[in-house]
């Protein structure tokens, strides 16, 4: 269960710093950003996060330099680096 009182959290997302909540999941982080591409599919189409729970694995990312990391299920912490495929450095 998330806290009630979700405090303040700098991350890092594709190099730039962003205020997040530790309430607030990778994904909505994401999203909140204005980044809505989370990766590529084979084909080139742009992904982002689609049922929310982990089940489609459209959400993967880059976090503290470990891959396929799921946005909708990694809640966002302080000092926290988030890369997603579109900087070439993602999942």
Known sequence: MREHNPVTAKIWING???EATTSMSVAAAL???DNMQTRQSVSGQPRFAVCGMGVCQECRVRINGQSHKLACQEYCRS???INTEATGTGA
């Open 16 to 18: 730039s710093s962003f």
């Open 31 to 33: 999203m909140r950003y």
């Open 79 to 81: 000092g926290m680096v």
